[in-house]
C-alpha cells in the first residue's frame, strides 16, 4: 500500500508542475497579449547615389522598439526590397543590439540596393520596413512599411580571403570582385591542398568577416573557417545577399614539348583576380607551348605573335630560358617574356 501511496503523491507532483508550466507558458505567449510593432522613419524618401558622396552619411533611420508584452532581448533587421515585390528578394542589415538610429554611408547603401538587381543610373523604388524577432519559435512582427526612391551607381567592390595559402595575411590576400557591387563576388583562388581553412574579409583586415555556418552557407561575422573542397586553381562565387558560397574548378595552364611536363601534363597559371590575367613565372626549353583550361583539350588555344586563337596553332619558343607568361582572355593576348 506504501508503494501505491507513494505513486499518487509522485503522480500529483507531476501534474502540479504541469500545470505550473503551462500557467506560465501562458503568462508569456498568451494569445491575448499585446504585441506592438516597431515603428520605422526614414529623413528623406529619395536620394540620387553617387560615388561623390559615397563615404558621406546619405540616409539615417530611427525607430521605436517592438513590445511583445514582456521584457526580452529583440533582434532587429532592417529589410530592403523592391517595391511592390513583397520582399522576395530581400537585403537585411542586422541592427547592433539596443540601437534606436543608425546612418547609412552612400557606399553601403548603393551596395544594398544594387544587390536587389536594379538598374543603375536611374531611379528606382523600393520598400523599407523592419523585422523584428525574440525567438525562432515565436513569429516576428514588421514596421509599416517605408517608400524610397533612389538611384544607384555602377561601382566595383571587393571581399578579400586571407587563409593558410598565404600566411592568414589580409593585407596580401586574393580579392573577389563583385564588378556592380550587387552582392556577388568572384575570383579565383589557387589551394595547394584540401581542407585549406580561409575566411573572407570586407576590408583588408580583421574588423569584419564571413566564416562558415553549413557547407556552402556564410554568415557576418560569424562562423568557423572556410574551407577549400579539393587543392588547385578554384572559383569562388559569394553571394552576400543569400549568404552561400560556391565552388567549381576553373584552371588555365601551359602544355607542350617546350614546358617542363612536355605534352603529358600541364604546367598551372596563377590568376590576378585585380587584374583578371593568368600568369606564370616559368622556365621553358626549345619547342612549342598551348593554353588549356581545367587540363583538357576541350578548351584551348594556339596563336602567334601575341593573339590567342581558339583550337588554334602551336605557340613557337624559340629559345630556352626563364619566361613570365601573361595570359589575357579578355583582350584575347599572350605575352612570352624571356627574364
Given amino acids: 500500500m506504501k508503494i501505491i501511496h507513494y505513486i499518487g503523491i509522485a503522480l500529483l507532483l507531476l501534474a502540479a508542475f504541469q500545470s505550473c508550466k503551462k500557467d506560465e507558458t501562458q503568462a508569456r505567449l498568451h494569445p491575448a497579449d499585446a504585441v506592438k510593432a516597431a515603428t520605422l522613419s526614414l529623413d528623406k524618401s529619395s536620394l540620387i547615389l553617387s560615388k561623390a558622396t559615397a563615404n558621406d552619411t546619405v540616409l539615417r533611420l530611427s525607430l521605436v522598439q517592438p513590445d511583445f508584452g514582456y521584457q526580452a532581448a529583440v533582434t532587429n533587421v532592417i529589410q530592403f526590397g523592391r517595391k511592390g515585390d513583397n520582399f522576395k528578394t530581400v537585403k537585411e542589415v542586422v541592427l547592433p543590439n539596443g540601437r534606436s538610429a543608425m ?28 523585422k523584428s524577432s525574440i525567438s525562432s519559435k515565436i513569429a516576428a512582427v514588421f514596421s509599416a512599411l517605408s517608400g524610397l526612391k533612389a538611384s544607384p551607381y555602377a561601382s566595383t567592390s571587393y571581399l578579400y580571403v586571407p587563409g593558410a ?14 564588378p556592380t557591387s550587387n552582392g556577388i563576388y568572384t575570383g579565383i583562388i589557387a589551394y595547394p591542398e584540401a581542407n585549406s581553412e580561409f575566411k573572407l574579409t570586407t576590408e583588408r583586415n580583421w574588423a569584419n568577416s564571413y566564416g562558415q555556418t553549413a557547407p556552402g552557407k556564410i554568415a557576418y561575422n560569424s562562423g568557423d573557417n572556410i574551407k577549400a573542397p579539393r ?46 590575367l593568368w600568369k606564370l613565372t616559368v622556365t621553358l626549353v626549345a619547342g612549342e607551348i598551348k593554353f588549356r583550361k581545367n587540363h583538357d583539350w576541350g578548351t584551348n588555344f594556339g596563336g602567334a605573335n601575341g593573339t590567342l586563337v581558339a583550337g588554334g596553332d602551336n605557340i613557337a619558343v624559340a629559345k630556352a630560358g626563364i619566361y613570365d607568361i601573361v595570359f589575357d582572355l579578355n583582350a584575347n593576348t599572350y605575352t612570352l617574356t624571356k627574364k
Avoid: C
Avoid at 536611374?122 to 520598400?127: G, K, N, P, R, T
Avoid at 595559402?165 to 563583385?178: F, H, I, K, N, R
Avoid at 558560397?245 to 614539348?257: A, L, Y
Fill in 103 to 130: 546612418g547609412f554611408t552612400g557606399y553601403e547603401l548603393n551596395s544594398y540596393l544594387l544587390s536587389l538587381g536594379v538598374p543603375t543610373g536611374e531611379a528606382s523604388d523600393f520598400d523599407v520596413r523592419l
Fill in 165 to 178: 595559402y598565404q600566411g592568414w595575411d589580409p593585407v596580401t590576400a586574393e580579392s573577389l570582385v563583385s
Fill in 231 to 276: 587543392a588547385g586553381n578554384l572559383e569562388i562565387e559569394v553571394n552576400t545577399t543569400a549568404n552561400t558560397i560556391t565552388f567549381k574548378d576553373h584552371s588555365w595552364g601551359v602544355i607542350g614539348s617546350a614546358t617542363p611536363k612536355g605534352w603529358d601534363a600541364d604546367t598551372d597559371m596563377k590568376y590576378d583576380n585585380a587584374n583578371q
